[in-house]
């Protein structure tokens, strides 16, 4: 099945689909155009079965509408590889995100409260000093690599201390994120399903363990009030087990990305860093413009439930349809002079990088808190984003982030 899902892709980017050759280079660096080309296009179809949008207002209306599920009618996962060239959504662990509702809405329920923008307010604190303790490290290496020294350690030890996770291996859990962060574009390699068949053994048991202790000795945390809600019959273990592994692992890559996205894009827009330094509250407005300008999330598919005309295109029920979010900021349907990165921009609407609908980023208030103490406290400190050499994206598509961004402080 592998070796078919490998032919699969090659043969798609051999034949010159556009979301094939978003995963190949000079693409994976600059997506844009073709990105572009799709919008050109209203709905994309592809001779091989799916359709992509990728305009704003098609993008949010199939969010937002409630004939396109995650799942077949008959509950089954999204279509297999040979149908897409990004044999999307293959994680081994379904988890709310891939569920329709009745399922989705009952386990996203339990899971809100701890998200409330007042519960993540009580984490400012924590995300401040660990922000300071590790920029101090980091910056008293004089050269360190703002990815792996700082953007992915930071969400790492916040959502770890929301969770109340004892003895955080921040290795082993950046491991796992881009373990489980890859896995989205689907798992092509034998050596991809190994990783991510151990990570996912390796999680499950830790939140075992740490279930079982909840129920011994309750705390004020997320799991202990799963727990609580499993005891009451309002979720299975496997689910709450899930669940658990669904909070933990969906704010690794994406913040440590919208981090290190953000600061990439200063290094080449030098004027915005004095912007921002010279007035350092301009720092959420930021987190938006980065997240419109260069998203951690570039794509997510939902599949049409009923009979549906997009566009003018007829599509039927069980279909996948790709939704192009990255795009989606880049749309001149939507945006002014959507190409310039300008953090004092009033944008004429909300970015979709937290996506829209049923589906909106449970962790949006948090991800927005860490982004915005982490690039103060970075304009605070560095008089300059001096990147010591070009920096290579990843080699994922869904997730758009780089392998490592080396600084001078
Ligand atoms: C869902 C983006 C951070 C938890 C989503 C989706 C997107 C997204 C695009 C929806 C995908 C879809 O519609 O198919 C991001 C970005 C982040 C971020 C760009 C950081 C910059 C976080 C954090 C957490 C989190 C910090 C929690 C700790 C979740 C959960 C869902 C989700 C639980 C599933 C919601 C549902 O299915 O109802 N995120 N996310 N995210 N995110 Fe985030």
């Known amino acids: 099945r592998l070796a078919v899902q490998r032919l699969a892709t090659r043969g798609f980017a051999l034949a010159g689909d556009p979301l ?8 994976r660096y ?34 937002r509408d409630r004939t396109f599920g995650v799942r077949t009618r008959d509950g089954l996962e999204p279509p297999p590889a040979t149908q897409s060239p990004l044999p999307m959504a293959t994680a081994v662990i379904p988890t709310f995100l891939e569920q ?27 995300v401040r000093k660990t922000t300071s303790r590790l920029l101090d490290d980091a910056m008293a290496k004089g050269t360190f690599d703002l990815i792996a020294d700082f953007a992915a350690p930071l969400p790492i030890a916040v959502i770890s201390d929301l969770l109340g996770i004892p003895d955080v291996d921040t290795e082993r859990f950046a491991r796992y994120g881009r373990v489980l962060g890859a896995s989205l574009d689907g798992t092509t390699t034998l050596r991809q399903a190994r990783a991510l068949r151990a990570a996912t053994v390796d999680l499950q048991a830790l939140f075992r363990s740490l279930i079982a202790v909840r129920r011994a000795t ?43 996205n953000g600061m990439w894009t200063f290094a080449q827009h030098p004027e915005q860093w004095e912007l921002l330094r010279a007035d350092p509250s301009m720092a959420l407005g930021a987190v938006e413009e980065v997240l419109r300008y260069e998203s951690p ?113």
């Open 30 to 63: 600059d997506p844009y155009p073709i990105y572009a080309g799709l919008r050109a296009h209203g709905v994309h179809r592809s001779r091989f079965g799916f359709h992509t949008v990728a305009t704003y207002d098609l993008c949010s209306r199939i969010l």
């Open 297 to 409: 999330i570039q794509l997510t598919q939902r599949i049409t439930h009923a009979d549906s005309v997009i566009g003018d295109v007829e599509i039927p029920a069980d279909r996948m349809v790709i939704v192009a979010l990255g795009s989606t900021g880049r749309d001149p349907g939507a945006y002014s002079d959507p190409d310039t990165f300008d953090i004092s921009r009033t944008p004429e609407r909300d970015h979709l990088g937290f996506s829209s609908g049923i589906h909106y980023c449970l962790g949006a208030p948090l991800a927005r808190m860490e982004a915005e103490i982490a690039l103060s406290a970075l304009a605070e400190r560095l008089p300059a984003v001096r990147v010591l050499r070009r920096p290579r994206w990843r080699s994922t598509t869904v997730i758009r982030g780089l392998r490592s961004l080396p600084m001078r402080s």
């Open 100 to 126: 329709d509702p009745p399922d989705h809405t009952r386990l996203r329920a339990l899971a809100r409260p701890a998200f409330s923008p007042r519960k993540i307010e009580n984490y400012r604190e924590v």
């Open 218 to 260: 309750p705390g004020d945390d997320v799991i202990s009030a799963l727990v609580h809600s499993l005891d009451a019959g309002e979720l299975t273990e496997l689910e709450l087990v899930t669940t658990c592994e669904l909070l933990l692992i969906a704010g690794f890559e994406t913040t440590a990305n919208l981090i290190g």
């Open 20 to 27: 094939a050759r978003l995963a190949t280079a000079p693409w």
